[in-house]
């Protein structure tokens, strides 16, 4: 058997999980058809909602460390810590990044991207639709992390328009597009990029004066005190 992309994931590399669902047979019963692995044609590493709402459950309430426990002055500043240190851990340790991403720094991309609103919906002014969610993820950017074909070559997330609602399935993709950012921002600059500049890359601002930009680096300074 392959070995498994993380110690969290249920599947071997090349299938992911399918929580059990009803079906209907040939003979037109219905019966309760059982969670299990499904191959991927692609054979690439492909996490679906239902295996990351399993994760999100059995493993992050065990960790601890950043973000910080501060609300920032928002109502649910602290709501969704677990899940930024759950998944901050999960892609670190997929990508093994030299520079890990800090909970911390994604904490105050989410304060500056959404206010820690869950379900918040903000057209993106960039000619790509709306932007659903914490991390204000676009239908584009949704349908490049789910493409075997296309810009990122594996470790593909594969979410739907309305999953992005839900708090931990937006932080997983936001994450993943941050790391997918980080290599592009590397490749542009022929060095490895900062996360700081991967910020930028992801918000869309080519200078670091930009006002949202110094928004977002006094938020992540009051984290880091």
Request: hydrophobic share 30%; proline share 4%.
């Amino acid at each position: 058997m392959t070995d498994k992309i993380h110690s969290w994931r249920k599947c071997p590399l090349g299938q992911h999980w399918r929580n059990g669902h009803p079906m209907r047979t040939p003979s037109g019963r219905i019966v309760q058809r059982r969670g299990g692995c499904v191959h991927n044609p692609s054979g690439k590493d492909q996490i679906y909602a239902d295996e990351m709402q399993i994760i999100s459950a059995s493993e992050f309430l065990k960790l601890t460390g950043a973000p910080a426990k501060k609300t920032l002055g928002f109502s649910q500043g602290n709501k969704f810590d677990n899940d930024i240190r759950g998944w901050c851990k999960y892609w670190n340790d997929v990508f093994k990044d030299k520079h890990p991403v800090d909970p911390d720094l994604v904490k105050a991309l989410i304060a500056t991207e959404s206010g820690f609103r869950a379900s918040v919906k903000i057209k993106d002014g960039k000619g790509q639709g709306h932007a659903t969610g914490l991390m204000q993820i676009t239908d584009t950017t949704r349908k490049i992390l789910s493409d075997e074909d296309g810009e990122i070559k594996d470790h593909l997330v594969n979410v739907s328009e309305g999953d992005l609602k839900h708090p931990s399935l937006n932080i997983a993709s936001g994450i993943r597009w941050l790391f997918h950012k980080k290599d592009l921002a590397s490749k542009r600059l022929r060095r490895d990029a900062t996360w700081e500049e991967t910020i930028m890359m992801y918000k869309g601002y080519k200078q670091k004066s930009h006002p949202q930009m110094i928004k977002f680096l006094k938020i992540y300074q009051e984290l880091k005190k």
